[in-house]
């Protein structure tokens, strides 16, 4: 039924696949980098670790029992080959609980992972956390929505993040800016108007064309805990939602680097 309802979008890509969708993540300590890599032919891989120095460390894991194994420097999980466009109102209100990779790999409409960020530190410390596009082709980076879930701050936040549309400004999603059409077809499937698929969202800017966001969170605790989930997805509404995006490469890096407060 979307289906049929999306197909009537004349810019938008419903179901019409990107080649490739890749995310990564990698931490950082001090100004030590470690390298970024994608293993093997799996592209998409989703990659997140640390370089510890002896008196500063932060640790990840998947689960946040960080014991044994489950404590690492480095993460990694599959992105997604072949993504559709999709909208927020699709993204479950609840893709932040629980941990570990949620893409929706039967439908291949956004890509998901929670994974957990401790301060193995004797010491309070703090860090930032800096996002950035390292490859996009076709324009897909125009059509992408990149959102962060943390409680880094002491409350779950939620922020969206997305390219500036050509005037500056920043993309905002309401049921007056979508396409709208109320035709019989849509009534025979019990859909009152295509409004029903449009769950209103504002996005924050990217910083510049390849840098997303950069946060910084002033304290993190000795042993405590913060968790983190990205979610991206290509938003159909967006009119740079275009057949030419079909093919595009997107690949995304996150960077914690840690300092002392």
Same mark, same amino acid.
């Given at each position: 039924m979307l289906k049929k309802l999306l197909d009537r979008w004349s810019l938008r890509l419903f179901l019409k696949r990107i080649s490739w969708f890749a995310i990564i993540v990698t931490g950082v300590l001090l100004i030590a980098l470690t390298g970024l890599s994608v293993y093997g032919n799996n592209v998409g891989n989703f990659?997140?670790?640390?370089?510890?120095?002896?008196?500063?460390?932060? @640790?990840? !894991?998947?689960?946040?029992?960080?014991?044994?194994?489950?404590?690492? @420097?480095?993460?990694?999980?599959?992105? #997604?080959?072949? #993504?559709? %466009?999709?909208?927020?109102?699709?993204?479950?209100? %609840?893709?932040?609980?629980?941990?570990?990779?949620? !893409? %929706?790999?039967? /439908?291949?409409?956004?890509?998901?992972?929670?994974?957990?960020?401790? /301060?193995?530190?004797?010491?309070?410390? $703090?860090? @930032?956390?800096?996002? /950035? #596009? /390292?490859?996009?082709?076709? $324009?897909?980076?125009?059509?992408?929505?990149?959102?962060?879930? +943390?409680?880094?701050? $002491?409350?779950? +936040?939620?922020? #969206?993040f997305?390219?500036?549309k050509d005037d500056g400004t920043a993309e905002v999603l309401t049921a007056d800016n979508a396409m709208v059409d109320d035709g019989t077809e849509l009534k025979e499937d019990g859909i009152e108007s295509e409004r029903d698929y449009v769950k209103p969202y504002a996005t924050t800017p990217f910083l510049t064309g390849s840098r997303v966001a950069k946060l910084f969170i002033d304290s993190i605790e000795r042993n405590q805990i913060h968790k983190y989930t990205v979610v991206m997805w290509i938003e159909g509404w967006d009119e740079d939602c275009v057949d030419s995006i079909i093919d595009g490469t997107l690949e995304i890096d996150m960077t914690f680097k840690s300092y002392l407060g």
């Open positions: 990659v997140v670790s640390v370089d510890n120095d002896v008196s500063i460390s932060l @640790s990840l !894991s998947e689960t946040g029992a960080f014991s044994g194994v489950d404590a690492t @420097s480095v993460l990694a999980t599959k992105g #997604i080959k072949g #993504i559709t %466009d999709t909208t927020y109102k699709f993204i479950p209100e %609840d893709i932040d609980e629980g941990s570990g990779l949620k !893409s %929706d790999t039967a /439908n291949g409409r956004y890509f998901a992972y929670s994974f957990y960020l401790k /301060n193995t530190s004797e010491i309070a410390i $703090g860090y @930032s956390a800096e996002v /950035n #596009i /390292n490859k996009a082709t076709r $324009g897909i980076e125009k059509a992408i929505r990149i959102m962060l879930i +943390t409680d880094a701050s $002491g409350e779950r +936040t939620t922020e #969206i997305a390219a500036p």
